[in-house]
T-cell receptor
Framework: AQTVTQSQPEMSVQEAETVTLSCTYDTSESDYYLFWYKQPPSRQMILVIR??????QNATENRFSVNFQKAAKSFSLKISDSQLGDAAMYFC??????????FGKGTRLSVIA | DSGVTQTPKHLITATGQRVTLRCSPR?????VYWYQQSLDQGLQFLIQ???????AKGNILERFSAQQFPDLHSELNLSSLELGDSALYFCASSVFRGATYNEQFFGPGTRLTVL
């Protein structure tokens, strides 16, 4: 069974600084997708970034970028120029093309002004 | 706004009771996924329906059941409720067609509190 592990229950970062959230996963599939979701206090699930496993190039979305290491099964999220609005729970998730999402336990990110 | 609606937003009930959570997917989306977010279990997949038929099952208890109706809305039925069923229940929908990637869009969730 696929599993996703987030080893950092909590992280904090100074406003305008950079922070990296870690994620590892386990799968025997060769074709899959990896995600980072943000869950603010409103509890809405917001997709931050997506990475296709067949793509070697790391995905970027504005201030958010990933470091995807397929052989190591590692998928970290880097947030640059952190803003107060980035404070939230961040979930790493995995899925196959048609499958359901498998989530990690989450990392709570605090942003210090 | 993802286009996925869930009702009710909040539900408070007692142990032993039965409740129904409703989800309306985005227009055109054929597949509905149900996820449960609880403090101890985290976010986990419960069940998926595609065009009215059950497609995949996750960690769904026997006390829970779901269905998808011809108009594609879905209902999650929770019975003989226990304190541990208190959680945020999300519905997500996707097109689920073809051999290409289809995004899953999340609804706002239903917060269930069992007293």
């Amino acid at each position: 069974a696929q599993t996703v592990t987030q080893s950092q229950p909590e992280m904090s970062v100074q406003e305008a600084e950079t922070v990296t959230l870690s994620c590892t996963y386990d799968t025997s599939e060769s074709d899959y997708y990896l995600f980072w979701y943000k869950q603010p206090p409103s509890r809405q699930m917001i997709l931050v970034i997506r990475q296709e496993a067949y793509k070697q190039q790391n995905a970027t979305e504005n201030r958010f970028s990933v470091n995807f290491q397929k052989a190591a099964k590692s998928f970290s999220l880097k947030i640059s120029d952190s803003q107060l609005g980035d404070a939230a729970m961040y979930f790493c998730a995995y899925r196959t093309l048609k499958g359901p999402l498998v989530f990690g336990k989450g990392t709570r990110l605090s942003v210090i002004a | 706004d993802s286009g996925v609606t869930q009702t009710p937003k909040h539900l408070i009930t007692a142990t032993g009771q039965r409740v129904t959570l409703r989800c309306s997917p985005r227009s055109g989306d054929l597949s509905v996924y149900w996820y449960q977010q609880s403090l101890d279990q985290g976010l986990q997949f419960l069940i998926q329906y595609y065009n009215g038929e059950e497609r995949a099952k996750g960690n769904i208890l026997e006390r829970f059941s779901a269905q998808q109706f011809p108009d594609l809305h879905s209902e999650l039925n929770l019975s003989s409720l226990e304190l541990g069923d208190s959680a945020l229940y999300f519905c997500a929908s996707s097109v689920f067609r073809g051999a290409t990637y289809n995004e899953q869009f999340f609804g706002p969730g239903t917060r269930l509190t069992v007293l």
